[in-house]
């Protein structure tokens, strides 16, 4: 056999795996649109294109565009060589672009702030504009969304801009590279190579964020450590935050409040102290000289033994302030975490965060927000809304989504999370009478003077791993905090349907299919994990599987026995004023609700009340029998979720298709071990019978309790 031809064959065999469908470009794939009819639609409309005027962003923004078309359209379109020809696509803002400022856009562009962005048809022209170059970029990725996702370009109008200003992930990232939650391997801030090596993943990073609008990023754990505030180290956050800039992406970092004496080696973090608001200032000036436009800090304070004002007999405003006074100068905002609950307080954890931070309302600097997790425990399953939105209407709030499955499964399990956040934002507080949505308390979020300031932060779950999230459809995740982050009226179901056609294929009967599965997941979820309003059942630690039965830890609310609550009369936590009384710190007409056996929503039941075996719920069936028939379906659920999968090989790559498979086949396994650990155990307690026609449990209760996991990223196996 010849050379050449040996070469060829050589080809053939390796070109499926140079292109491999691993995951790495997550929903930007722009491979060919293989429907004749979009592809002759958006040729005939795009007969050249310009992204017009000069400035990073821009360039970003250009080079998308061209390797978006490229990659999407047959047939190469060609850049425009004067922005006056006729089929254009053209992309900029009325300063930058003489074409766009000859349209006097003055009045569609206004209401759409900085960020905001129009698309619209002129003639035979698209046009693309906004005020910024920002909007520009985002206006760009949007275009392309339409294109990815089939849809017609020949009479467009739409007009968008983020609903919230400060749209962040959380790394919780430590210096070593390890990841706090994390279930994808490695943190992608590789600070051994930095500042003088520039991975390309972060700029791929950084235009899977710009895609969906986030536009801040916290490099580092809550859990601090003080290092990152070094020389050395604000160098790497310097060329990081040089990178990131152009994608509009701003850098944060986590302060450990502690750094004036591990770094500074002052005695005291005090923060009445003077010598050590002199640090922070002289910190904030360090930091500004390198990163200009530097975000500011997230703070985790006297929660979970880190530092703290408290451990100085101070206030979290007095330490919250001390921090915004040395940003103040150079713009930078503090995001100060409300989730503290502490060892020393006896009531019930529901209450501890409202009534620590409540009465502070007002009494924060105005470049500080409080960021607050969706509920009030911990990012379980299932939680109702947070009591402090609403609750502090002089303090901005900002919402702390979990990206990162911790307690969903983690890597290994499909929960699509946009269901679960949609939940919390559209529930409404009524603390303003009806219409004080928890979205609409995030958005009209104001300082004591009356100033704006707005944000929502996800945990990232972003790593090393080739497909950055461990799992494919945890890339779904990080889409749909991004998408909801810029407009939480986005509904589930749209933002699955645009990430299913972007990410795996437009085939309708595969986007319906997994539109499905996906939609269906969280619920599910929650089933086969803590149905009812349970929550907070799992296993130690790293909070992988069921652990119902853990009640010996030290701490009091670190036990699942705390939590469910389960007796021989019934199961669940009263929270009514018969029991802990947190119901009274959600606004009246809400706390009736919640605090009524009758009208608490039944998935919050065991949230808000210690229900009795037999008693009935709404369908007429005991609570010990629903119980049941939550966890089983949520394990049947699963099943039919893997069944569903499997009907859609080959439409498909087979990489992905078996990578979900496979995960599908531990998730459904799994979700067996939590409904029937779960219900072994509950069993002991109502002494009822699992009802007619499912089947038994697999193993014994002490079979499940003698189950260790020590397989999650973090957990050290033990002997
Ligand atoms: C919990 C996590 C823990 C975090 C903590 C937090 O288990 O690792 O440090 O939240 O948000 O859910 O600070």
């Known amino acids: 056999m010849s050379k050449t031809i040996l070469i060829f064959f050589a080809t053939l065999f390796f070109a499926p795996h140079i292109y491999a469908e691993d995951g790495y470009r997550l929903w930007l794939r722009y491979n060919k649109i293989k429907n004749a009819q979009w592809q002759k639609s958006y040729q005939d409309h795009i007969k050249c294109w310009l992204v017009e005027g000069n400035s990073p962003t821009l360039e970003a923004a250009s080079k998308e565009l061209g390797m978006g078309l490229e990659g999407l359209l047959d047939n190469k379109i060609p850049k425009a060589k004067s922005s006056e020809q006729q089929g254009i696509l053209i992309a900029g803002t009325p300063t930058g672009s003489p074409l766009i400022a000859k349209m006097r856009l003055e009045k569609k562009l206004e209401p759409l702030g900085n960020e905001g962005f129009t698309i619209f048809t002129d ?62 391997g490695f943190s992608i801030w590789n600070w051994h190579t930095l500042p003088d090596y520039l991975d390309p993943r972060y700029t791929d990073y950084a235009r899977a964020n710009a895609s969906i609008g986030i536009n801040g990023t916290v490099l580092t754990n809550v859990n601090a450590n003080a290092l990152v505030l070094r020389p050395d180290y604000l160098e790497k956050v310097k060329a990081l935050a040089d990178l990131l800039r152009p994608y509009n992406i701003k850098v944060y970092l986590t302060a450990r409040f502690s750094a004036p004496i591990e770094l500074g080696k002052l005695s005291t973090a005090d923060p009445l102290d003077p010598t050590v608001q002199k640090w922070w200032k002289e910190k904030a000036e360090e930091i500004y000289r390198l990163v200009p436009d530097f975000g500011g800090f997230v703070v985790k304070a006297n929660s979970e033994g880190q530092p703290g004002p408290q451990n100085y007999g101070r206030s979290h405003a007095d330490g919250a302030n001390l921090l915004a006074d040395a940003l103040a100068p150079h713009g930078g905002i503090v995001m100060w975490r409300a989730f503290v609950y502490s060892a020393e307080d006896t009531t019930d954890r529901h209450r501890q965060a409202y009534s620590e931070f409540v009465p502070m309302d007002g009494s924060f600097r105005s470049n500080v927000m409080i960021q607050v997790k969706n509920g009030p425990i911990d990012f379980q399953p299932r939680e109702p809304a947070h009591p402090m939105f609403g609750a502090m209407p002089e303090t901005p709030l900002m919402m702390e989504f979990q990206i990162t499955q911790e307690y969903t499964g983690q890597g290994t399990h499909l929960v699509f999370l946009a269901p679960m956040w949609k939940e919390v934002l559209d529930f409404d507080m009524q603390t303003n009478g009806v219409g004080s949505t928890v979205a609409n308390v995030l958005r009209s979020s104001k300082t004591k003077n009356k100033e704006t300031l707005t944000g929502i932060a996800g945990v990232s779950n972003v790593g090393n791993d080739r497909n950055w999230t461990g799992y494919h459809f945890g890339q779904a995740n990080w889409y749909a905090f991004g998408r909801l982050a810029w407009d939480s009226d986005f509904s589930s179901e749209k933002i699955a349907d645009e990430w299913i056609r972007m990410t795996f294929s437009n085939d309708e009967k595969f986007v319906e299919s997994v539109k499905k599965i996906m939609l269906n997941s969280h619920e599910a979820c929650v089933n086969y994990m803590t149905p009812l309003g349970l929550h907070h059942i799992m296993a130690t630690g790293h909070h992988y599987g069921p652990g119902p039965w853990v009640g010996d830890l030290s701490r009091p609310e670190w036990n699942p026995t705390y939590y469910h609550r389960a007796d021989s009369l019934g199961i669940g936590f009263d929270r009514t004023s018969s029991g802990s009384n947190a119901v009274e710190q959600y606004a009246m007409p809400v706390r009736e609700m919640f605090s009524s056996r009758k009208k608490c929503p039944e998935k919050y039941l065991l949230w808000f009340h210690h229900v009795g075996w037999n008693e009935k719920l709404a369908s007429g069936k005991t609570l010990w029998v629903e119980l049941c028939e939550h966890y089983y379906k949520g394990a049947n659920d699963v099943a039919e979720m893997r069944r569903n999968w499997q009907s859609l090989k080959g439409m498909v790559d087979e990489e992905r298709f078996s990578e979900v498979d496979m995960m599908l086949q531990i998730q459904e396994k799994e979700a067996k071990w939590w409904r029937d650990a779960c219900l072994s155990y509950f069993q002991t307690f109502s002494n009822l019978p699992i009802p007619e026609g499912y089947e038994k449990p697999a193993h014994t209760l002490d079979f499940y309790k003698s189950l260790d996991y020590p397989y999650s990223p973090g957990i050290r196996p033990r002997w």
Request: charged fraction near 20%; aromatic fraction near 8%.
């Open 123 to 184: 003639k035979t022209n698209t046009v693309i504009a906004a005020n910024s170059d920002a909007g520009v970029l985002y206006g760009v990725f949007h275009f392309l969304r339409l294109l990815q996702t089939n849809q017609p370009i020949d009479n467009l109008n739409i007009s968008s801009s983020p609903k919230l200003q400060r749209r962040i992930l959380n790394h919780w990232d430590n210096l070593d590279r390890t990841v706090e939650r994390g279930y994808a």
